[in-house]
T-cell receptor, first 113, second 115 residues
Framework: AQSVTQPDIHITVSEGASLELRCNYS??????LFWYVQSPGQGLQLLLKYFSGDTLVQGIKGFEAEFKRSQSSFNLRKPSVHWSDAAEYFC???????????FGKGTMLLVSP | DAGVIQSPRHEVTEMGQEVTLRCKPISGHNSLFWYRQTMMRGLELLIYFNNNVPIDDSGMPEDRFSAKMPNASFSTLKIQPSEPRDSAVYFC?????????????FGPGTRLLVL
């Protein structure tokens, strides 16, 4: 069965600093990979997704993620964090040919002034 | 588009009572998902419908939980009888299924508290 690990439960970053959120997956082949963001009291919103091709994927709100097959990782990055980025971030995987998602436990991002 | 609509947004009930959560997917979407979110277990898929037919209900915890999708614009998740351990945020999501990898659009969730 596939699984997703987000090793950091909480991360605090200063406003304007760079951000990297880690995600590792366990799957026999290359799955579809996603990052979602959840603001307090809200549902989840898709930031970006990777299917194939260029391993560096651009998303909304200035986020990007890089797929590294050798490390089974799909880390999320942003060069300069804004206070409004404070939220919980979820990495997810999907079997190719199947519609359901398996989510990681999430990483809570706190942004300090 | 109004997005995925869930009701109620908050529900407080007593143990043993029946709870019904409602979801209206985005118009034109043919897949619908129910998730449960708790601190301990994170986000878990409960059930997945495609074209109103349940495809995968392996995540439904037990017989107390049931879900229906009588038509393309409405789904319910029912808990009967409810227990305190059912307290969680329940999300509904919908997508336009094209085989795999399609974006799921989430509703705002229903926060359930069972006393």
């Amino acid at each position: 069965a596939q699984s997703v690990t987000q090793p950091d439960i909480h991360i605090t970053v200063s406003e304007g600093a760079s951000l990297e959120l880690r995600c590792n997956y366990s799957y026999g082949a290359t799955p579809y990979l996603f990052w979602y963001v959840q603001s307090p009291g809200q549902g989840l919103q898709l930031l970006l997704k990777y299917f194939s091709g260029d391993t560096l994927v651009q998303g909304i709100k200035g986020f990007e993620a890089e797929f590294k097959r050798s490390q089974s990782s799909f880390n999320l990055r942003k060069p300069s964090v804004h206070w409004s980025d404070a939220a919980e971030y979820f990495c997810a995987v999907s079997d190719r040919g199947y519609s359901t998602l398996t989510f990681g436990k999430g990483t809570m991002l706190l942004v300090s002034p | 588009d109004a997005g995925v609509i869930q009701s109620p947004r908050h529900e407080v009930t007593e143990m043993g009572q029946e709870v019904t959560l409602r979801c209206k997917p985005i118009s034109g979407h043919n897949s619908l998902f129910w998730y449960r979110q708790t601190m301990m277990r994170g986000l878990e898929l409960l059930i997945y419908f495609n074209n109103n037919v349940p495809i995968d209900d392996s995540g439904m915890p037990e017989d107390r939980f049931s879900a229906k999708m009588p038509n393309a614009s409405f789904s319910t998740l029912k808990i009967q009888p409810s227990e305190p351990r059912d307290s969680a945020v329940y999300f509904c999501a919908s997508s336009l299924a094209q085989g795999a990898g399609e974006t799921q659009y989430f509703g705002p969730g229903t926060r359930l508290l069972v006393l």
